[in-house]
T-cell receptor, first 113, second 112 residues
Framework: DGGITQSPKYLFRKEGQNVTLSCEQN?????MYWYRQDPGQGLRLIYY???????QKGDIAEGYSVSREKKESFPLTVTSAQKNPTAFYLC????????????FGQGTRLTVV | QKEVEQNSGPLSVPEGAIASLNCTYS??????FFWYRQYSGKSPELIMF????GDKEDGRFTAQLNKASQYVSLLIRDSQPSDSATYLC????????????FGAGTTVTVRA
């Protein structure tokens, strides 16, 4: 954290509902990422963006959408098409894709009710 | 074969001992290697990074990289109860356009 803000910390979604997770950064880093973490499975990449108005699918993009209208913001929408959304979602930033380390926000824990 | 694999845990060590964590990766051309520590319910925090073959020391932590063997390790010396956490190995894989790929993590418990 320290310049990366994710909100909310906890989120509950009803069946068939879309929800949006917020990720904001003030460190002027170019690249932003969304990861999903399930118990015992490490982190899996959902989407990433290296510049404004451009983003790429990761390994598990189905059922998710993103936008990058501002350098500081990279919101993630979990759509109703995502059948198993309960997980810990982590936003990360880095200064250069590959060479530089990634820094994480505090995470959002999403639960389907 | 998984792109980044870590030795299965959990790993339990007595206080003051050395904890040894191992990680292998699939792409020989990968260049950047990271170790993150994650406490239960929290987000990962970077504790070490290494780019060149050999050892890199930072306090009680030592990262070791062997690119020929596609192997990176983390040693925690004088383990403390506060070191109890899950440790994630991350590699910027050439085959993944140098985006970070993470191992599943190894959970370490330090017994007081």
């Amino acid at each position: 954290d320290g310049g990366i803000t994710q909100s909310p910390k906890y989120l509950f979604r009803k069946e068939g509902q879309n929800v949006t997770l917020s990720c904001e950064q003030n460190l002027n880093h170019d690249a932003m990422y969304w990861y999903r973490q399930d118990p015992g499975q490490g982190l899996r990449l959902i989407y990433y963006s290296q510049i404004v108005n451009d983003f790429q699918k990761g390994d598990i993009a189905e059922g998710y959408s993103v936008s990058r209208e501002k350098k500081e913001s990279f919101p993630l929408t979990v759509t109703s098409a995502q059948k198993n959304p309960t997980a810990f979602y982590l936003c990360a930033i880095s200064n250069f894709n590959g060479r530089s380390e990634a820094f994480f926000g505090q995470g959002t824990r999403l639960t389907v009710v | 074969q998984k792109e980044v694999e870590q030795n299965s845990g959990p790993l339990s060590v007595p206080e003051g001992a050395i904890a040894s964590l191992n990680c292998t990766y699939s792409d020989r051309g990968s260049q950047s290697f990271f170790w993150y520590r994650q406490y239960s319910g929290k987000s990962p925090e970077l504790i070490m990074f290494i780019y060149s073959n050999g050892d890199k020391e930072d306090g009680r932590f030592t990262a070791q990289l062997n690119k020929a063997s596609q192997y990176v390790s983390l040693l925690i010396r004088d383990s403390q109860p506060s070191d109890s956490a899950t440790y994630l190995c991350a590699v910027a894989l050439r085959s993944n356009d140098y985006k970070l790929s993470f191992g599943a993590g190894t959970t370490v418990t330090v017994r007081a």
